[in-house]
């Protein structure tokens, strides 16, 4: 009797541990992420958080999205990029956050291309844009990222909203997913070598450093944005010169 109760005990413990793990795809908390987008420019920036969200109902499936394993000193190249977004939304535990943010967007510009409501694709799309730029999700849930996880989602959270005009953005443009992909991996390694710095510190992410590293996520953002609204723009025309009236 007393050893199922110790067995359940312990299958208990297992479950907990499983649910609340900290470092599976916490991401920087909500504020940060309405942050990002508020400073991208994105008109529906308070849908950034929704991906966070949706982990609740679809668990693992969702929660692989949101970051990428990755062992330090590795060199991430966009043709990862592409093969993880042939990942997006299954299961795979080493996740594919680098994939999953073409994937979102191949979802938006195939909704849109059909004439269908697709703002929801982008929402999950500047989701993952934001998880790019947290540090420790392109690192193993190894001690260090067990430890520091939840402080550094919530270095700069409080107010962060307030301040979304401190998020720095600089130019990128991007013209093609071989653009996107390329700037995908200089931020997500950007990412990994600031996080594999500060796991041999042993320290946590300065706040300083985090406003950095929202304002590559942001810049990012805004380059998507500028590169659909161009693309929409485009996709119109097309359709008016066809348009035989
Ligand atoms: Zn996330």
Not at 215 to 220: D, E, F, Q, T, V
Request: charged letters at 25%.
């Amino acid at each position: 009797m007393s050893q199922r109760i110790v067995f359940a005990a312990g299958v208990l413990a297992c479950l907990v541990v499983t649910v609340l793990r900290p470092g599976s795809g916490g991401a920087w908390y909500d504020e940060t992420h309405l942050a990002i987008a508020k400073a991208a420019g994105w008109r529906k920036w308070y849908h950034a958080a929704g991906a966070d969200i949706a982990k609740l109902k679809l668990g693992e499936v969702e929660r692989h999205n949101h970051y990428a394993n990755n062992a330090c000193g590795a060199r991430i190249t966009p043709a990862a990029v592409f093969a993880q977004a042939e990942r997006y939304d299954r299961l795979d535990p080493q996740g594919h956050l680098y994939g999953a943010i073409l994937g979102a967007l191949r979802g938006y510009r195939d909704f849109r291309a059909r004439g269908l409501y697709a703002d929801y694709h982008l929402a999950y799309a500047a989701h993952y844009l934001g998880d790019l730029s947290q540090p420790l999700h392109h690192i193993p849930h190894n001690d260090y990222n067990r430890r520091h996880h939840a402080a550094t989602d919530g270095i700069v959270d409080r107010g962060a909203l307030k301040q979304a005009k401190r998020i720095a953005l600089y130019p990128i443009v991007i013209a093609s997913e071989e653009d996107l992909a390329r700037e995908i991996a200089r931020i997500a390694q950007l990412s990994l070598d600031l996080a594999c710095t500060l796991q041999r510190e042993d320290r946590i992410l300065a706040a300083a450093e985090a406003w950095v590293q929202l304002g590559h996520s942001a810049s990012l953002l805004r380059a998507v944005l500028d590169w659909l609204e161009r693309e929409g723009k485009a996709e119109k025309r097309a359709g008016e010169t066809k348009d035989p009236g």
